[in-house]
């Protein structure tokens, strides 16, 4: 499968984004998906997931009440809703597809997923 992301740029303080992840696999909406974030000089972190059930979502504790994760399941395609940046929001964010279909568990490590969007760059300044 390929995963396409989208919807980075440069924002102030308090300003939102939304992210896509546009994705071309057959099944897709049989997979958990989620979000990742990469700062520069740190490791890989996980944000948020959106379960093949739809209304299972989970977030980190820094986003939550901030960001919002979806899933367009005839675009076959995700999102990530991002209000109220924040500098330390500023990261190359990825999107990413479990490696097993129907999971029930939340996984927040990066192992665990096999197909990977190409990043995108967000910048929140001060």
């Known amino acids: 499968v390929q995963l396409q992301a989208s919807g980075g740029g440069l924002v102030q303080a308090g300003e939102s984004l939304r992210l896509s992840c546009a994705a071309s696999g057959v099944n897709d909406r049989d997979y958990n998906m989620a979000w990742f974030r990469q700062a520069s000089g740190k490791e890989r972190e996980f944000v948020a997931l959106?379960?093949?059930?739809?209304?299972?979502?989970y977030y980190i504790d820094s986003v939550k009440g901030r960001f919002t994760i979806s899933r367009d399941i005839g675009l076959n395609t995700v999102y990530l809703q991002m209000n109220s940046l924040k500098p330390e929001d500023t990261a190359v964010y990825y999107c990413a597809r479990d490696r097993q279909a129907f999971s029930t568990r939340v996984k927040k490590n990066s192992a665990e997923y096999g197909s990977w969007g190409q990043g995108t760059l967000v910048t929140v300044s001060s």
């Open positions: 959106i379960s093949w059930r739809p209304e299972f979502k």
